[in-house]
Nanobody
């Protein structure tokens, strides 16, 4: 069974960079056609797809966040990392790392494994 676990700070100051790392157990980043995404849910709102890194290392980003987002991976450590720059209080959310088998980013049923989620608050 694949397991995903986020790590990173729960509190970030405005204008700083939010960095979260997802450690994957029992999963291989290079397995063909798997995509590893970051998704968030702001308080009182629905899920929002942030971006993904594919089995071949290609990255995909939400148009609304792509100017502030980068996702990278370390295949030796089985980790992938989100960097979200210039955060504001609107970036406060529960952040999830996930796996999917397709690129239908907004079809939540296609994500077969999810982390438990980590609360990140942007506040001074």
């Amino acid at each position: 069974q694949v397991q995903l676990q986020e790590s990173g700070p729960g509190l970030v100051k405005p204008s700083q960079t939010l960095s979260l790392t997802c450690t994957v157990s029992n999963g291989d980043f290079t397995t063909i056609y798997y995509y590893w995404s970051w998704i968030r849910q702001p308080p009182g709102k629905g899920l929002e797809w942030i971006g993904a890194i594919a089995y071949n290392g290609f990255t995909y980003y939400s148009p609304s966040l792509k100017n502030r987002t980068s996702i990278s991976r370390d295949t030796f450590k089985n980790q992938f990392t989100l960097h979200l720059r210039s955060v504001t209080p609107e970036d406060t959310a529960v952040y999830y790392c996930t796996r999917s088998y397709a690129t239908n980013w907004y079809t939540w049923e296609e994500y077969d494994y999810w982390s438990q989620g980590t609360q990140v608050t942007v506040s001074s």
